[in-house]
C-alpha cells in the first residue's frame, strides 16, 4: 500500500511559476514509478509527466514539455513537479499517481492516486 499527499497548488498569474509535491508513505517508494495528471473541470483526467523509480527516465506531455519538469527524491519519498511559464489552460487539480512497473501515460495502469490539489492560473 502506498498512500500519496499533493500539496504546492495555488492560484498564480499567467507566466508564473508552481512547484508541487507529492509525498508517499511507505518503504518501497523507490520501487515505484511516479506519475502527474490533472483534471480541468469537465474534462477528462489527463497525463502531465512521469517518472521511473530510479529518476533516470522522465517524460513530458506535448503540452506542456519545456515548461513542466518532473523529479524525485527516493531519501524523502517525494516527487516533484516544477511547472514554468504557467498558461491558464493549465489551470486543473493536479494528480500524483504510483505504480509498480515502469513508467506510463495511461491513467489506468496506476495502482495509487493522490487526492489531487488545485492549480488555478488566471491571465
Known amino acids: 500500500q502506498v498512500q500519496l499527499v499533493e500539496s504546492g497548488g495555488g492560484s498564480v498569474q499567467a507566466g508564473g511559476s508552481l512547484r508541487l509535491s507529492c509525498a508517499a508513505s511507505?518503504?518501497?517508494?523507490?520501487?515505484?514509478?511516479m506519475g502527474w495528471f490533472r483534471q480541468a473541470a469537465g474534462k477528462e483526467r489527463e497525463f502531465v509527466a512521469a517518472i521511473s523509480w530510479s529518476g533516470g527516465n522522465t517524460y513530458c506531455a506535448d503540452s506542456v514539455k519545456g515548461r513542466f519538469s518532473i523529479s524525485r527524491d527516493n531519501a524523502k519519498n517525494t516527487v516533484y513537479l516544477q511547472m514554468n511559464s504557467l498558461k491558464p489552460e493549465d489551470t486543473a487539480v493536479y494528480y500524483c499517481a504510483a505504480r509498480s512497473g515502469s513508467w506510463s501515460v495511461a491513467t489506468r495502469r496506476y495502482d495509487y492516486w493522490g487526492q489531487g490539489t488545485q492549480v488555478t492560473v488566471s491571465s
Open positions: 511507505g518503504r518501497t517508494f523507490s520501487s515505484y514509478s
